[in-house]
């Protein structure tokens, strides 16, 4: 199997087996990857776009439908905030409704359902990381709990139409994550955000394997230099396990990482990205 991606300013063109994807979401999910990344903290510290997009994310890679309803809805949504804008016709606003309200349920049914999944194992994971010292919780946030997306729809119509645009659904859904229920992005520390965020990753991952699917790749971007010398042996430890499979780390001091991972009795190759791209 041969992955391509072609890039020419202003245009990226994907194929597989020299063959171009008619839409680049059939890719989604095909070669399943989870990420820790330098910025991936605003996940936590950020606003509740990025947590959207996390559990986005997670979701779609192993649930293709999901994706679909996904895309249908954000689509619609453009729609719908242009003609409140405009002030458009009632009528049409009506069919836009009709066509949000499906996707919209089906959005919160299902991150609800993978919420009951993820939360326990990623609690598991940050109790090993943190050694117990707090309780962790993920509480979700949204408009559905209290009526499904066409009631909500009609009981926000007003206030839709004073700001012209859609002031509830799934696109306004958000995620708390606490320790001991004090709020983590208020209240948390660096080492204790650090902490959560790796535990929410390696949680997608294991949940990822879980549903089924190949053991993604794991992608660690420049962790040596986010992460303390005892969080690292904690992540190393727990990526000695059988439940991972094939990781890729960056680094730009590759003797350090070298040097670390070979204390962590982990078999590795290192690979000079400046000598690949001569």
Not at 50 to 70: K, M, V, W
Not at 210 to 229: C, H, S, T, V, Y
């Amino acid at each position: 199997m041969l992955i391509t991606c072609k890039y020419r300013p202003g245009t990226k063109e994907f194929l597989k087996n020299e063959i171009p994807y008619e839409k680049l979401s059939d890719h989604i999910g095909f070669i399943p990857v989870v990420m820790i990344a330098p910025d991936d903290t605003d996940i936590i510290r950020g606003g509740s776009e990025l947590r959207r997009r996390f559990l986005d994310a997670a979701i779609a890679q192993s649930d293709p439908e999901y994706l679909r309803q996904l895309m249908t809805y954000n689509k619609v949504l453009a729609q719908r905030n242009a003609l409140l804008k405009s002030a458009g016709d009632q009528a049409v606003l009506s069919i836009l409704n009709a066509q949000l309200s499906g996707p919209g349920d089906h959005i919160h049914a299902t991150r609800k359902k993978y919420l009951e999944q993820f939360t326990p194992i990623c609690s598991g994971l940050y109790a090993q990381i943190s050694g117990g010292k707090e309780v962790p919780s993920i509480a979700y946030s949204s408009g559905l709990e209290e009526a499904d997306m066409t009631a909500l729809l009609k009981k926000h119509a007003f206030a839709d139409r004073e700001a012209g645009r859609s002031t509830a659904g799934i696109h306004r859904d958000d995620l708390q994550f606490q320790l001991d229920v004090k709020a983590l992005k208020e209240f948390g520390s660096q080492g204790q955000v650090k902490s959560f965020l790796i535990a929410l990753k390696l949680a997608q991952f294991q949940l990822m394997a879980q549903n089924g699917m190949r053991k993604p790749i794991l992608l660690l971007d420049d962790i040596f230099e986010k992460l303390d010398a005892a969080r690292l042996d904690i992540l190393f430890s727990i990526l000695r396990t059988e439940d991972f499979g094939q990781v890729f780390i960056t680094d730009a001091d590759p003797d350090r990482s070298d040097g670390f991972l070979k204390n962590a009795r982990l078999e590795h190759a290192v690979y000079d990205v400046r000598e690949l791209l001569r």
